[in-house]
């Protein structure tokens, strides 16, 4: 049995024209009335990329497709696309994941998608406290704290850590990045 289903593409797809037709009244363009049930069955059925994408992250959450290098492209592309639907604004700024999102269905959704592209980048507070600062200290990893809350490092929870303190992880290439930009908050 599979994790994630149409149902939920379907929510995401709801959630996002009610945010598209609030946009809509907010310019001054005529509200729409809801869809009926058909046709909110049928908007999975039509090829827009949302659809497409949701299609693809929904099958790599489920496990139904084998790692290769086109595929995890195709499934990083995606993935991006989503958040920026999700969590874009028309300032084009990075919006900040709040915590409780990972425990949402979609964040779930999420959260399996990016380990499954990014396995073997992603690591601890402490290893990333270990790159970043060539050691691992409270006050490098607090560092690595402050670098995730002010947006310069992107998060995941680790699903086999039921520890909330000590189950993010972060991407390898943005400490790395980091490091060589010398960009990390200092220390208080």
């Known amino acids: 049995m599979s994790l994630f289903d149409d149902r939920l593409a379907q929510e995401i797809i709801t959630s996002v024209r009610q945010r ?7 310019l001054g363009e005529p509200e729409e009335p ?5 046709e909110r069955a049928d908007q999975l059925q039509r090829p827009g990329t949302l659809q497409r ?7 790599v959450a489920n496990g139904e497709y084998r790692r290769t290098d086109s595929i995890v492209h195709q499934v990083e592309l995606s993935l ?23 425990k949402t269905e ?3 959704l999420v959260s399996r998608v990016r380990w499954w592209i990014s396995v073997d980048d992603l690591i601890t507070i402490s290893n990333a406290a270990a790159l970043a600062f060539g050691e ?15 947006g310069l ?25 980091l490091r060589e930009l010398s960009r990390l908050p200092e220390p208080e």
Do not use: C
Not at 81 to 95: D, I, M, Q
Not at 153 to 177: H, I
């Open 20 to 26: 598209y037709q609030e946009f809509g009244v907010a």
């Open 34 to 38: 809801e869809p009926r049930e058909q």
């Open 106 to 108: 979609i964040g779930i």
């Open 53 to 59: 994408d949701l299609k693809l992250l929904i099958g």
């Open 136 to 150: 691992n200290t409270q006050a490098h990893r607090m560092r690595i704290g402050r670098a995730i809350d002010n």
């Open 153 to 177: 490092l992107d998060w995941v929870p680790d699903p086999s850590v039921a520890n909330p303190q000590q189950n993010k992880r972060v991407l390898r290439p943005q400490v790395e990045r």
């Open 80 to 102: 991006t696309r989503l958040l920026e639907v999700l969590l874009g604004n028309v300032l084009h700024s990075k919006a900040m994941i709040p915590d409780d999102f990972w």
